[in-house]
T-cell receptor
């Protein structure tokens, strides 16, 4: 069974601080996605990374896919209260249409 | 675009009752996924369909759970009989399998089994 472990599970920081969320597995994924979920809503895709070592930036968010395509990180610079939410990583095993989701990281950014 | 539509948004029922959750995927999408989300277990894939055909139902917890997709625009997830441990938020998501694998999630159905 392929698993994705996210850390930390919970993070509470002050506005303006930087943070990094990690997503690790012993398995290789053909692609990895990051989703953000707000209370009462479904997850919404932020980014997809496909190539080992790939780095993508979305405003203050930086996403990296590990060289071996087994892990990923999400770095947020100068966090804002609007960044508060549940962040989920999801990996797609090869030759399958399904996604394996991590447990999620609950981020709270206090003003 | 209407997005993925799920109904009902909230369901409260008593143990032993049958529960049917409904999903309308985004028009043109050919893959549909049913997930269950709880605090303890996170977001778990229950079953997914490709072109209305069930591809992987290994996540369906028990025979009490069944899912159907009679056509490209409608799917149901049924629990019969329901149990308190089935209480969770159930999400439906759809995607275009030939695209970038982006899954578009519905707003979810919050199920409470008393």
């Amino acid at each position: 069974t392929q698993l994705l472990e996210q850390s930390p599970q919970f993070l509470s920081i002050q506005e303006g601080e930087n943070l990094t969320v990690y997503c690790n597995s012993s398995s290789v994924f053909s692609s990895l996605q990051w989703y953000r979920q707000e209370p009462g809503e479904g997850p919404v895709l932020l980014v997809t990374v496909v190539t080992g070592g790939e780095v993508k930036k979305l405003k203050r968010l930086t996403f990296q896919f590990g060289d071996a395509r087994k892990d990923s990180s999400l770095h947020i610079t100068a966090a804002q209260p609007g960044d508060t939410g549940l962040y989920l990583c999801a990996g797609r095993p090869s030759n399958t249409g399904k996604l394996i989701f991590g447990q999620g990281t609950t981020l709270q950014v206090k003003p | 675009d209407a997005g993925v539509i799920q109904s009902p948004r909230h369901e409260v029922t008593e143990m032993g009752q049958e529960v049917t959750l409904r999903c309308k995927p985004i028009s043109g999408h050919n893959s549909l996924f049913w997930y269950r989300q709880t605090m303890m277990r996170g977001l778990e894939l229950l079953i997914y369909f490709n072109n209305n055909v069930p591809i992987d139902d290994s996540g369906m917890p028990e025979d009490r759970f069944s899912a159907k997709m009679p056509n490209a625009s409608f799917s149901t997830l049924k629990i019969q009989p329901s149990e308190p441990r089935d209480s969770a938020v159930y999400f439906c998501a759809s995607s275009w399998a030939g695209g970038a694998d982006t899954q578009y999630f519905g707003p979810g159905t919050r199920l409470t089994v008393l």
